[in-house]
Structures are given as C-alpha cells and as structure tokens.
C-alpha cells in the first residue's frame, strides 16, 4: 500500500488519488480470486502494474473480455429476480 501513497514519491498527500489507486487494486486481486489472468489492455483493471503509473493509467472497469470470463465464472452464483423465494 505504501507504493499507492504520493508521499512514497516526495509529493503532498492526496486521499483522492489514493481511494481511487486502492479501489483499482482491489479489484484487480478479487479478479484474481475468481481466476482471471492479466490483461493486455492498459485500461482494463487486470492490467499488470509495475508501476503506479500502470495503476493511474487503468480504468476502473473490466474491459470486455474479463468483464464477459467474470461473468461467466460467477454465473451459478447469481439468483434471478423471478426466482426468489
């Protein structure tokens, strides 16, 4: 976490820009748990990070290709609306 912070680099906190670098992170290693891989997209959330630049660059979203595996993986956990009881 500490690499996530602006002062690791000599800059003024900014609890903004660490939420958002956390929430990035988070959903990348629940990704993970669900067992996608890394993404080539730069802009999808399973993008690998070497850097926090990497991190800043991501969206906050899925692209396509993992969004659809996630769903797939996730699909026997999902209860419709009609069949609740």
Same mark, same amino acid.
């Given at each position: 976490?500490?690499?996530?912070?602006?002062e690791?680099?000599?800059?003024?906190?900014?609890?903004?820009?660490?939420?958002?670098?956390?929430?990035?992170?988070?959903?990348?290693?629940?990704?993970?748990?669900? &067992? *996608?891989?890394? %993404?080539?997209?730069?802009?999808?959330?399973? !993008?690998?990070?070497?850097?926090?630049?990497? #991190?800043?660059?991501? &969206? *906050?979203t899925? %692209?396509?290709?993992?969004?659809?595996?996630? !769903?797939?993986?996730t699909?026997?956990?999902? #209860?419709?609306?009609?069949?609740?009881?």
């Open positions: 976490m500490a690499r996530l912070r602006q690791f680099y000599g800059l003024a906190p900014d609890d903004g820009i660490l939420f958002e670098r956390l929430c990035k992170e988070a959903l990348h290693e629940l990704g993970h748990n669900f &067992g *996608l891989i890394h %993404c080539n997209d730069r802009e999808c959330i399973m !993008y690998l990070s070497n850097t926090v630049r990497d #991190v800043d660059r991501k &969206g *906050l899925y %692209c396509g290709s993992c969004d659809g595996a996630l !769903y797939g993986k699909e026997t956990w999902r #209860v419709s609306p009609w069949n609740r009881r």
